[in-house]
């Protein structure tokens, strides 16, 4: 059975900006980091997909939006609650530090996102499942694209 008609399930989404503009913000980011999607090997294609989708429709919904400063480019995330969550820009030291996150790819994605936000793992261990989705595409785009 195909998946579509099981969509009729999922509410209607009201989106804040247009596929277009949502679509420029990823390719901000996409540049921003040097991410060549061309590059993706077949065996990635599938969670690659998953993951752009994702954070296209993030950015459409207004849960995600960039700001550049002088410090580079921050991931800001709107939470389901009205707070927000800035990620800072990603660095290889960032990525030297998994290591301490283990082997296991969930704590790895939220270890991550914690380090980048400021506020550690138990932050991201804190959100809701709507807004960790949106925190795992992200990670996701960090580890898998980056």
Request: aromatic share 6%.
């Amino acid at each position: 059975m195909e998946l579509e008609q099981w969509s009729s399930l999922t509410a209607k989404q009201e989106f804040k900006i247009s596929e277009e503009s949502a679509l420029a913000e990823l390719k901000r980011l996409c540049d921003y980091y040097d991410v060549d999607i061309d590059e993706t090997t077949q065996e990635q294609s599938q969670a690659v997909n998953q993951i752009l989708s994702r954070l296209r429709k993030s950015f459409r919904a207004g849960k995600l939006e960039l700001k550049e400063d002088d410090n580079g480019l921050s991931v800001v995330q709107h939470l389901k609650n009205n707070d927000t969550l800035a990620y800072r820009e990603l660095k290889g030291a960032d990525k030297a530090k998994l290591s301490a996150a283990g082997d296991d790819p969930v704590k790895r994605m939220h270890y991550l996102m914690g380090l980048l936000c400021g506020y550690g793992l138990d932050a991201i261990g804190k959100l809701s499942a709507a807004d960790l989705r949106v925190v795992e595409a992200l990670s996701g785009f960090f580890l898998v694209l980056c």
